[in-house]
C-alpha cells in the first residue's frame, strides 16, 4: 500500500518540512527472498536523501527488476547470516541514523511520521515500534504480538522485527549485532544497548510482520519455540551483561 508523502504528513503536523531528516535503511535479505519488494514501495518517501540498502548473501543473485534504476537504493554483497548482512549494511551507511527492518515488514501509516520526529529529537537511544502481525497466519497470533508488545514495555526487550532505530555512531559503539550468535542477535544488541545505559523508546506506531511460520509450522508449536528462544537468549544476554 502506498504511503502519504512524508514530507506532507510532517508539514501538516507543523513541522517545517526542511526538518526530514535523511537515514539509512537496511534490509537483510533471505536467500531467494522477494518480500522486500513490498516494503520497498513503502519505503520510497522516507525523505530525500535516504537510502535504502538491501544486503543479500554473496552466493545469491537478486534481481531489482523495476527498482533497477531507483535513487538511493543500494545492493550490497555479504557473507552469508543475518547478523553479518546487517553489520555489512551499518558499515557502507552514510547516514546519521540507521533503520533496520525485516524484508517482510509493512508499515502501517504513522511509522514514518513518528519516525521522523524520533529523529528530529535527536536522542541518543534506541528506538522500536508496535509490533502487528499480517492476517496470512492464524488468528491467534494477535495474542502473540500483544505479548511481544508487553515485554518490550515492560521488560525492556523488544525484537529486530519491531525496526530498531539509532544513530550510526551509538550503533558502532554498541559493537553492532553480535556475529558469533547463531541467532538471536537481535536481542543481543537490546541487552549491550541496556549494558551501556542507552534508553528504550516506544514509537506509537506499528510495524506489521508475516504470520506465515505459524501457519506453516503451527501456532502452538512456532510459540513454544519462540518461547525457548527468548528464554535462552535472555540467560545468554544476562550472563554476557555480568561479565
Not at 553492532?176 to 542507552?198: N, Q, T
Request: charged letters at 25%; proline letters at 5%.
Amino acid at each position: 500500500m502506498p504511503m502519504p508523502r512524508i514530507v506532507d504528513r510532517v508539514a501538516a503536523e507543523g513541522m517545517p518540512r526542511d526538518q526530514v531528516i535523511p537515514l539509512s535503511v537496511v534490509i537483510p535479505l533471505a536467500p531467494k527472498e522477494q518480500a522486500w519488494r513490498g516494503l520497498l514501495l513503502q519505503l520510497l518517501d522516507c525523505g530525500e536523501g535516504s537510502e535504502i540498502l538491501l544486503v543479500h548473501a554473496e552466493s545469491d543473485h537478486v534481481d531489482l527488476g523495476d527498482h533497477d534504476a531507483t535513487p538511493n537504493l543500494r545492493l550490497i554483497a555479504s557473507v552469508p547470516g543475518r547478523a553479518r548482512q546487517l553489520n555489512t549494511g551499518a558499515r557502507m551507511a552514510r547516514r546519521r541514523w540507521l533503520w533496520f527492518l525485516h524484508a517482510d515488514s509493512r508499515l502501517t501509516a504513522g511509522v514514518l511520521l513518528e519516525l521522523q520526529r524520533f529523529i528530529v529529537a535527536d536522542d541518543d537511544a534506541l528506538g522500536y515500534f508496535d509490533l502487528r502481525f499480517e492476517r496470512d497466519g492464524p488468528w491467534l497470533t494477535r495474542f502473540n504480538a500483544a505479548g511481544a508488545n508487553l515485554r518490550a514495555r515492560w521488560l525492556g526487550l523488544p525484537f529486530g522485527d519491531q525496526g530498531f532505530v539509532l544513530r550510526t555512531e551509538t550503533f558502532r559503539r554498541l559493537g553492532g549485532y553480535d556475529e558469533s550468535a547463531g541467532r538471536g542477535e537481535d536481542h543481543l544488541l537490546v541487552w549491550r544497548a541496556r549494558a551501556a545505559g542507552l534508553p528504550l523508546r516506544r514509537l506509537p506506531a506499528a510495524i506489521v510482520t508475516s504470520a506465515r511460520r505459524y501457519r506453516e509450522h503451527g501456532w502452538w508449536s512456532t510459540t513454544l519455540n519462540h518461547l525457548r528462544l527468548t528464554a535462552r537468549q535472555v540467560r545468554v544476554g544476562r550472563r554476557r551483561h555480568d561479565a
